[in-house]
């Protein structure tokens, strides 16, 4: 008898094992928990955006039948803590649920307790909240000069942090600040570019907006909290903080996750009232977030303003760049929202060796909705800031694009390369990548044939960034919960394989790669592999999936654990065939002594006697279940390149995305469909922000775009096919060689896109344009007027 | 997105329908629900009874009746978009039905719901208007027809009564007849819609009927447009001169983020002279 022989996994295009369930509509969210005696909740929200609290009167609520209780900000101050923060900057106290002053549009000022959702919504509806309105600080620049007001007392100016400088002559705490070597470059420099920018406020739109359930057992004093989550067992460490709770009393589970784009990596105010409704009344309870919230109460991303100074010489070898960062954070502090543009600061060396450079970041408060972390998180705006920048120098100098580019590169065998801005690159070969993408769509040919088309009136441009981002986040002193990774394998006693892991997959296929990697580490179908994940009760410990760290972190956990488990496997092996544990290979579905096949068992009949171990063998415990944390050495630094060719209507100022061809190097690949799919994600959110998506406030605080009527969202019919290449520079910091790519693709599609586009108007001397690319804004440019 | 509470009806024919829509009670009329249903998430539309028309047979069907296209007013925008007939008697208004939405809202959302809602970016009413349709209206005291370009009031409001529904349109076969638009990013209504509709004769435009949508309160014909290209030639000059003050006469033009009003008669004289020279080669 022949077994089919079993295929080595790891680098395979496998289907993602989770999509039939998730495309079937059998996931289980966290709307999906049903829980007898189940109670909702809904938030009465602010409709101003910055007002003190005149009356709040909640009795019509009160009195609606099925309504179970109503809280009040202020009453919700008796049993919940202000809400913490993940950054050890000063920060104003943010309660969960308002109390006096609201400061944004879609703030909580009451939570009603009822026994369906609609009821709760009617009583939400019923609650009258009087409102002293403040002025509301809605434009950044004339935020930081104290106008109209202040968003917080205590914080003069709306300055939330900073100035804070950083790069080179600056010391890791900012405090020792030489300006000679940044001096001399712009000295030294026979031209200079400057540019104010703006990477403008992104909303994260996640297909499932978020969601909680917190079932409080008052018999056990335990707690169970479901929540649509990128991280439970931060999750589960923040409300043992806020509640008082041992974390052993609480269990965090992230059911199938819809998404999070990093939006759903804060512990938000909802979370927390949640739990505590619950502890507080001992009932279970449910609040998900509709649409219409999770607009203005989910976090946005982005929203920096850079004011860009790049010194070169007429070569086109750039000296030093000078960086003037505002970050519009919104009215408060989140978990992660003042590290957020620390990143933008960290990248600002781009992909190129730049001897010099000053990078300055304030950040500042605003009566908008919080930012916090939006796919990319901080690199997507560095990337953005310097790309363009170059591309005007390119432009001003006459010269390709991607001339300038090669010229300021970091030299592949400058590896490990410290950067300016303290960064270490772990490793790269830019040239290559950007030689590729060159390759690819026949750089040469594609500018004579803009030129053709621009000959026949056609307004065609052509445009090309590079980025490198820092991923596989990350040594624990870049995260204050730790930046390493656990996994835990077990050989089950038929054979199967059952997995943890600390990294929390909400659409990033790692039930899948993973199990490619166990698959064949073990030799074993990978139907016999389950990943589990996303439940604090069955993953001992994690951190979670966030910074495109699930592979690079996650998967080197899960890898080590594998290798313990296996050398264990191996001794009972040994035992039972009489060799060598250092003699014992597992290959497809067998475990055998090296050179004699003949010596052998199945993987299942090994693992059952790992179980029923008679006679123990010496110096063995019992059992096949075996833990790794992975601390990883450094970040990985993924880059690439990507070029694109859009196209915009004379007459409406429309823009068309043409073509995008990206070289992505992400290190090794477990599997090239999956890191498709994450690029292509990654490419849709890029093209969005560079052509249409864009959070607009009113001058009085209100969100303009709070709904898909007005947000607009980019569609397949907004895209070309994407033409995608890879380079594979792996990463030495784990042992995978995987670098990450959760996030890539939002970072040289949106750049390339304003590139190209302001290359195609470059005949009506347009040098910069700010995002999103409205028809609009396109059209006055080629009326002769401003954007 | 939730709605605050209300009672459903299924009507089990138009005179069932009518007669609870006279009985007051704050009834709306729901056909596909896909203009109704939002404002009632959003809270922005409180109806206490929906009276369901979508299944009465009487509100169906696109067929030709004494040299006439008559369309249902319950048919869905992909069965006018789709239709045979529609395609090869009128193919401007196929294209106006396939603009619409995606295809979910394509195949839910009504002919007689747009007209009656009469959003001032809806496609319809500058198809309705183009092709000098007749709205075909019923009520409890029996039916009557109103032309498109006396149906059209105002910002949401039309010459439809209380207690009367939409049960068809009619108009006649045009075949050199489009629609350009200029989509908003995000709605995809359009910003700017014109329909046109030409009468050629040899190589000359004997009369033409310009609707534009999008831009004001309502749907409106283009009058100067229509005037500017009788009796000329059916050329690119023609069509060119004839849009170029399309927007001249435009009073209280929208502006919102997505487009000015300055940017939106830019775009009225652009998609007029593109609706004209598509109906043109059509012809």
């Known amino acids: ?787 | 997105m939730i709605p605050s509470s209300f009672d459903y009806y299924r009507a089990a024919s138009l005179d069932d329908a009518i007669a609870k829509l006279a009985a007051g009670d704050g009834a709306k009329i729901l056909a596909g629900g896909h203009s109704l249903i939002p404002l009632m998430k959003l809270r922005l539309s409180e109806p206490q009874l929906l009276v369901d028309v979508a299944r009465l047979p009487e509100l169906s069907g696109i067929r030709r009746q004494d040299g006439l296209i008559e369309i249902g007013a319950g048919t869905v925008h992909h069965a006018v978009a789709s239709s045979a007939l529609v395609r090869d008697a009128c193919p401007m208004l196929a294209e106006v039905a396939g603009a619409i939405g995606d295809p979910q809202v394509r195949n839910r959302g009504t002919l007689g719901g747009s007209l009656a809602h009469a959003d001032p970016a809806a496609d319809y009413p500058a198809a309705m208007l183009a092709l000098d349709a007749e709205i075909v209206l019923r009520g409890p005291g029996g039916t009557r027809t109103v032309r498109a370009r006396d149906f059209f009031l105002g910002l949401f409001t039309v010459d439809l009564a209380p207690d009367e529904l939409i049960v068809a349109v009619r108009f006649a076969p045009a075949r050199a007849a489009a629609y350009a638009r200029l989509s908003q990013r995000a709605s995809h209504f359009p910003i700017v819609g014109v329909a046109a509709v030409l009468d050629l004769q040899g190589g000359t435009v004997r009369g033409a009927r310009v609707g534009l949508t999008g831009v004001g309160t309502h749907a409106t014909r283009l009058a100067a447009v229509e005037q500017a290209l009788a009796g000329r030639p059916a050329d690119a000059a023609t069509f060119e001169a004839a849009a170029a003050h399309a927007a001249d006469g435009l009073e209280d033009v929208n502006a919102d983020i997505h487009a000015s009003a300055e940017y939106r008669r830019a775009m009225v004289v652009v998609f007029t002279r593109r609706a004209l020279a598509d109906a043109a080669a059509r012809g």
């Open chain 1, 1 to 787: 008898m022949s077994s089919p022989v079993l295929p080595k996994l790891v680098g395979q295009r496998v289907k993602r094992r989770e999509d039939p369930r998730l495309i079937q509509g059998r996931g289980t969210y966290v709307d999906d928990v049903k829980i007898v005696g189940l109670q909702h909740l809904a938030f009465k929200r602010s409709d101003v955006a910055h007002g003190r609290i005149r009356r709040i009167d909640t009795s019509a609520a009160e009195a609606m039948e099925g309504v179970e209780a109503v809280f009040t900000g202020r009453q919700v101050a008796e049993f919940l803590k202000p809400m913490p923060i993940g950054t050890p900057f000063p920060s104003p106290e943010h309660r969960a649920v308002a109390v006096d002053v609201v400061r944004y549009a879609g703030e909580p000022v009451a939570v009603v307790v009822a026994a369906d959702r609609y009821v709760a919504r009617d009583a939400a509806d019923a609650i009258v909240v009087e409102y002293d309105q403040l002025p509301a600080v809605v434009d950044p620049d004339l935020a930081l000069t104290g106008r109209p007001g202040l968003v917080h007392e205590g914080f003069a100016n709306n300055v939330a942090l900073g100035p804070f400088p950083s790069g080179t002559g600056v010391s890791p705490d900012g405090k020792s600040v030489d300006d000679s070597a940044v001096d001399e470059a712009f000295r030294n420099a026979e031209i200079v570019i400057s540019q104010r920018m703006h990477n403008q406020r992104l909303i994260p739109n996640a297909m499932e907006p978020r969601g909680v359930v917190a079932h409080f057992e008052p018999g056990r004093g335990t707690m169970t909290v479901w929540s649509s989550t990128q991280n439970p067992h931060i999750l589960r460490s923040m409300l043992a903080t806020v509640l008082g709770m041992g974390e052993d009393q609480i269990r965090a589970i992230a059911p199938e996750v819809g998404g999070g784009f990093g939006a759903k990596i804060n512990i938000y105010g909802e979370e927390y009232v949640t739990a505590a409704v619950s502890r507080k009344l001992g009932i279970p309870v449910k609040w998900i977030e509709d649409r219409s919230e999770a607009f203005v109460a989910t976090t946005h991303g982005r929203d920096i303003i850079c004011h860009i100074d790049v010194a070169a010489r007429r070569d086109g070898r750039v000296l030093g760049i000078k960086m003037r960062l505002i970050a519009d954070i919104g009215a408060y502090n989140m978990l992660l929202t003042a590290a957020i543009p620390t990143l933008t600061m960290l990248m600002a060396n781009a992909t190129y060796d730049i001897p010099a450079i000053r990078a300055t970041l304030t950040e500042v408060f605003t009566n908008k909705t919080p930012t916090d972390a939006y796919r990319g998180a901080g690199r997507p705006e560095a990337t953005y800031f310097v790309e363009r920048a170059l591309d005007m120098l390119a432009r001003e100098l006459k010269m390709d694009g991607a001339e300038v580019r090669r010229r300021n590169f970091i030299p592949k065998d400058k590896f490990p390369y410290q950067t300016q801005m303290g960064a270490i690159y772990d490793s790269g070969d830019y040239e290559k990548a950007l030689d590729a993408a060159l390759a690819a769509c026949d750089w040469e040919n594609l500018k004579r044939e803009r030129d053709r088309q621009r000959a026949e009136g056609r307004l065609v441009g052509i445009g090309l960034s590079m980025y490198v981002e820092v991923c596989g986040i990350g040594p624990s002193a870049s995260l204050p919960t730790g930046g390493w990774e656990h996994s835990q394998v077990t050989i089950e006693r038929d054979g199967r394989i059952s997995a943890t892991t600390g990294a929390s997959p909400h659409g990033q296929g790692n039930e899948t790669t993973f199990a490619q990697m166990l698959a064949d580490q073990f030799g074993v179908p990978i139907e016999h592999v389950t990943i589990h994940h996303g439940d604090t009760a069955v993953v001992k410990q994690g951190i979670g999936t966030f910074g495109s760290r699930s592979q690079a972190v996650g998967g080197a956990a899960l890898h080590m654990a594998g290798g313990k488990v296996k050398a264990k496997m191996a001794r009972f092996a040994a035992a039972l065939l009489e060799a060598a544990p250092e003699d014992i290979v597992f290959e497809q579905g067998a475990v055998m002594v090296k050179g004699a096949p003949a010596r052998a068992k199945t993987f299942a009949e090994v693992a059952s006697f790992a179980y029923i171990p008679v006679p123990l063998p010496e110096g063995l415990e019992p059992g096949l279940s075996e833990e790794a944390f992975f601390e990883p050495s450094n970040n990985t630094y993924p880059f690439g390149c990507h070029i694109c060719v859009v196209e915009v209507d004379r007459e409406t100022g429309e823009p068309k995305l043409q073509r995008l061809v990206a070289v992505d190097d992400a290190g090794n690949l477990i599997n090239p469909l999956i890191v498709e799919g994450q690029i292509h994600g990654g490419l849709a959110q890029g093209i969005g922000q560079a052509l249409l998506e864009e959070a607009v406030y009113s001058s009085d605080g209100q969100l303009v775009t709070g709904s898909y009527m007005d947000y607009a969202m980019p569609r397949a019919t907004d895209f070309p096919w994407f033409e995608m290449h890879t380079t594979v520079t792996p990463t030495p910091v784990n042992p995978l060689g995987a670098k990450g790519v959760g996030e890539a693709g939002t970072l040289g599609s949106t750049p390339a896109i304003v590139n190209a586009v302001v290359d195609a108007l470059s005949a009506y001397g347009v040098t910069h344009v700010d995002m999103a690319l409205r028809p609009e804004k396109l059209w006055r440019l080629m009326q002769g007027g401003r954007a």
